[in-house]
């Protein structure tokens, strides 16, 4: 051990999201402390660059604590609490103050208004800046430890200097792999098993081979061994299927599919806001007034017509037939295509690495009014180490502001 390393009142460990959030509301409450920032990486904030297709989905336009927390598969009972403390509207009104101005999309997504990620970076330096806190980049935290005194004793990666800290505030994001995971076991922590969610399904189907690309506005998606359905629009890939529905499902089902080790079957209903009566309806309507129209010319709205004509066939009707001709086991296949398409998952993909991890710090081992550790005093969680994770939508950085902004609070409020 070095003689006399450096003593700090915070070592932030991770410049990410809710690493920045952390230290730049800690220094902003409590003027004149020395944070630090470590981070693994040559650069900051490298997944907040790459968030939002470059855009940074920073929140979502929900400001009721209770709606908010539903976006949440792990974690929504503490969130809502926390929302409490801190929502999007805080969020909001703390860019505003910072210089960035959010918008938000028809679909409650909300970006900053230059459409750029980089925008929320500038801000980030520029007030780690003001509040002179030290960056420390190709700093890889590999052992800490308590001293007597209750302050922490950190090793790094490599050649890089020792630090003491009185506090400190794991924001590593996902432990998956990480080599803290043995530091932090071994400091009494709990890990609930990481296993991925938000990921796309591999599907090798005819039902849908050469319709990359072909996107659909809203289905229902269950997995087969569930009762639980999610809804939204969806995206037929080179791989198989995307779009918010699949990411819903697999965020929701992330522990189930894992334990199937992402080999399972699900189902998709094409059309989930016309019950199978409306269906028979129509069917009845074009052979009776369609007669002679081919049946694959006359996809059902919203349907797309490649994506129809593909349906039709696999739905045992020929290209050359006809409403008229139509008989009533055909007309069942339609049906079934239509409301209970079956499908078997192979794999899955994630989207440029896209994906959130489910799983991390036991969160009962966390007191959510403060983000401190209740087996180790002194030592805080924020973001996405701890065992919360939401669909897409901005809701993943929202949990990271949240618990960044009230550890902050709780380690002000204790100095
Ligand atoms: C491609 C992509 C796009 C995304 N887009 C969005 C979006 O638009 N909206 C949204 O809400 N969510 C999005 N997410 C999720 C969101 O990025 C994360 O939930 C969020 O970044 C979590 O913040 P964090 O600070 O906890 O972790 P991170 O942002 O992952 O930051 C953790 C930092 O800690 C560092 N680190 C790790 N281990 C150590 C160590 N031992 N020592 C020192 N440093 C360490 C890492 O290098 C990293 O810089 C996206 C994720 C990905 C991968």
């Known amino acids: 051990m070095p003689a ?27 003027p004149g402390k020395q944070v630090g920032i470590f981070e693994k990486g040559s650069h900051y904030l490298q997944k907040v660059r790459i968030s939002g297709g470059g855009r940074c989905n920073v929140t979502h336009a929900c400001f009721d604590p209770r709606d908010l927390s539903r976006h949440y598969p792990r974690g929504s009972r503490e969130l809502l609490a926390a929302f409490h403390r801190w929502q999007p509207t805080d969020t909001i009104e703390w860019f505003q103050r910072h210089g960035v101005t959010l918008k938000a999309e028809p679909d409650g997504r909300m970006f900053p208004i230059t459409d750029s990620s980089e925008t ?18 190709k700093h890889s935290l590999t052992e800490i430890s308590q001293l007597e005194d209750g302050s922490f004793f950190l090793n790094f990666d490599g050649s890089a200097p020792s630090v003491r800290s009185r506090r400190v ?41 050469d319709l990359a690309g ?26 198989g299927f995307s779009g918010p529905a699949i990411l819903r499902l697999s965020a929701w089902e992330a522990r189930a599919l894992a334990a199937e080790n992402h080999h399972f079957a699900f189902v998709i209903d ?63 296949a339609l049906l079934d295509g239509l409301k209970n398409a079956r499908f078997e998952v192979t794999g899955k993909t994630t989207n440029k690495d896209e994906f959130v991890t489910c799983g991390g710090i036991v969160r009962k081992t966390i007191d959510f009014r403060s983000m401190e550790s209740r087996v180790t005093p002194g030592l805080y969680f924020t973001g996405e180490c701890i065992d919360i994770d939401g669909i897409t939508g901005g809701f993943n950085f929202q949990a990271a502001w949240t618990t960044a902004h009230i550890a902050a609070t709780a380690m002000a409020q204790a100095e």
């Open 270 to 332: 094409w059309l989930p806001d016309m019950k199978p009566d409306a269906l028979h309806t129509i069917f009845a309507e074009n052979r009776r007034l369609h007669g002679a129209k081919l049946v694959r010319n006359s996809p059902i709205p919203p349907i797309s017509k490649r994506l129809w004509e593909r349906i039709v066939a696999c739905s045992g009707i020929a290209e050359d037939m006809t409403w008229g001709q139509v008989s009533k086991t055909c007309t069942q």
């Open 4 to 30: 006399d390393p450096p003593l700090l009142d915070l070592a932030v460990i991770g410049g990410g999201a809710s690493g920045f959030f952390t230290a730049i509301q800690y220094a902003e409450m409590a």
């Open 120 to 137: 929320i970076i500038a801000c980030f330096l520029e007030q780690a800046r003001k509040h002179h806190i030290s960056l420390h980049p």
């Open 169 to 209: 505030c794991i924001a590593t994001g996902s432990l998956k792999e990480s080599p803290l995971l043995k530091q932090l076991l071994g400091l009494g922590q709990s890990i609930e098993p990481l296993v991925p969610s938000l990921f796309a399904f591999n599907v090798s189907d005819r039902r849908i081979s």
């Open 214 to 239: 072909v996107s659909h506005p809203r289905v229902v998606v269950r997995c087969e061994a569930s009762k639980e359905s999610q809804s939204g629009p969806l995206l037929i890939t080179h791989r």
